[in-house]
């Protein structure tokens, strides 16, 4: 099968990484190509990869550049990857016939424009609320470790430092507790985020680390005692399948597919700063004294990539087999 996904990010982060794991299981077996701009191209060398230079979703030059690309090549799937990806794709399909899947990553506030593909996937029922089109839930996936867990010496927690991601409320939250917290991260609230720190007293306490690749940031998972999730929203968090995968507890707010991973008394409510506090000031100082070995067992046995690749195949095989 020759397999095309297509991303617009000028960034690697989450969505990228996304794709070059699924890209990679399906690379095995068949013909994949990506389809990205420039500045991410570097990581996925090892699949057929076509450049392409970062347009607005309303340039006609870069869309009839997506139609050249499709028109030639003949595709089996095309697979567009968040909104941008699919907005452009719903304009070549005008002109153009092909077999389109789109994910939706996150959780969006307007999905109209998802419901122009054949079929949508979301890593969540939350986010695929509103979705006319045929759809499924097929949540993120994990990658184990090569570090050994060790006596934990913070408590960490991972994201964009965007206002999505709640570390205000995470910040707020810890003014009662000595453990230690981490947070890795880039983006747009850093220096709001650390002015917090500084005004509530807490820089002794809480740090903020720059985000690290995927190999370091399994070497912090090694040395944390729990991750923390104060999400607003989420469409997964793959954070969390990759901390239990690993053996680190978790603590979150209930977004994404937590409350299938997670029993109630280790969710807080999302947006809730009381709720959080009160879970966190609850269970950090002894997260220890609760188990979750199950929890990483069952995260292990439901959540790896390769039973949630053979969803996506079953998706594709679906479309490449029936009639355009």
Same mark, same amino acid.
């Given at each position: 099968?020759?397999?095309?996904?297509?991303?617009?990010?000028?960034? *690697?982060?989450?969505?990228?990484?996304?794709?070059?794991?699924?890209?990679?299981?399906?690379?095995?077996?068949?013909?994949?190509?990506?389809?990205?701009?420039?500045e991410?191209?570097?990581?996925y060398?090892?699949?057929?990869?076509i450049?392409?230079?970062?347009? $607005?979703?309303?340039?006609?030059?870069?869309?009839?550049?997506? /139609?050249?690309i499709?028109?030639?090549?003949?595709?089996?799937?095309?697979?567009?990857?968040?909104?941008?990806?699919?907005?452009?794709?719903?304009?070549?399909? *005008?002109?153009?016939?092909?077999?389109?899947?789109?994910?939706?990553?996150?959780?969006?506030?307007?999905?109209?424009?998802?419901?122009?593909?054949?079929?949508?996937?979301?890593? $969540?029922? !939350?986010?695929?609320?509103?979705?006319?089109?045929?759809?499924t839930?097929?949540?993120?996936?994990?990658?184990? $470790?090569?570090?050994?867990?060790?006596?934990?010496r *913070?408590?960490?927690?991972?994201?964009?430092?965007?206002?999505?991601?709640?570390?205000?409320?995470?910040?707020?939250?810890?003014?009662?507790?000595?453990?230690? %917290?981490?947070? !890795?991260? &880039?983006?747009?609230?850093?220096?709001?985020l650390?002015?917090?720190?500084?005004? %509530?007293?807490?820089?002794?306490?809480?740090?903020?680390?720059?985000?690290?690749?995927?190999?370091?940031?399994?070497?912090?998972? &090694?040395?944390?005692?729990?991750?923390v999730?104060?999400?607003?929203?989420?469409?997964?968090?793959?954070?969390?399948?990759?901390? %239990?995968a690993?053996d680190?507890?978790?603590?979150?707010?209930?977004?994404?597919?937590?409350n299938?991973i997670?029993?109630?008394?280790?969710?807080?409510?999302?947006?809730?700063?009381?709720?959080?506090?009160?879970?966190?000031?609850?269970y950090?100082?002894?997260?220890?004294? /609760?188990?979750q070995?199950?929890?990483?067992?069952? !995260?292990?046995?439901?959540?790896?990539?390769?039973k949630?690749?053979?969803?996506?195949?079953?998706?594709?095989?679906?479309?490449?087999?029936?009639?355009?």
């Amino acid at each position: 099968m020759k397999i095309c996904h297509y991303l617009s990010s000028s960034s *690697y982060a989450g969505v990228e990484q996304h794709v070059a794991e699924l890209a990679t299981i399906q690379n095995i077996k068949h013909e994949v190509t990506v389809i990205c701009n420039k500045e991410i191209a570097d990581n996925y060398k090892e699949f057929n990869v076509i450049e392409i230079k970062n347009f $607005s979703r309303r340039s006609l030059a870069g869309i009839y550049k997506i /139609f050249k690309i499709l028109k030639a090549s003949n595709f089996d799937i095309v697979h567009a990857h968040a909104s941008k990806p699919t907005s452009v794709l719903k304009i070549v399909r *005008y002109f153009l016939e092909f077999n389109f899947i789109t994910t939706i990553h996150g959780v969006k506030k307007n999905v109209s424009v998802f419901n122009h593909a054949d079929f949508v996937i979301g890593g $969540s029922k !939350v986010a695929l609320k509103g979705v006319t089109k045929p759809n499924t839930v097929i949540h993120n996936w994990y990658q184990l $470790s090569k570090f050994q867990k060790v006596n934990g010496r *913070y408590a960490i927690a991972v994201g964009r430092l965007e206002k999505v991601k709640g570390f205000d409320l995470l910040i707020k939250s810890w003014i009662n507790i000595k453990t230690p %917290l981490l947070i !890795v991260g &880039s983006g747009s609230e850093k220096k709001f985020l650390q002015h917090l720190i500084d005004s %509530l007293n807490l820089s002794d306490v809480i740090t903020i680390k720059d985000w690290v690749n995927q190999e370091k940031l399994y070497e912090l998972y &090694s040395q944390a005692t729990l991750l923390v999730i104060s999400s607003r929203s989420e469409g997964g968090p793959r954070v969390a399948l990759e901390a %239990l995968a690993n053996d680190l507890p978790v603590l979150s707010t209930d977004v994404g597919h937590m409350n299938i991973i997670l029993p109630k008394e280790l969710l807080a409510s999302a947006n809730d700063l009381d709720s959080l506090q009160l879970l966190l000031e609850s269970y950090v100082e002894n997260i220890g004294h /609760f188990n979750q070995s199950a929890i990483c067992d069952h !995260v292990r046995e439901e959540f790896s990539l390769e039973k949630q690749s053979n969803k996506v195949m079953k998706i594709y095989d679906d479309f490449s087999r029936s009639d355009l």
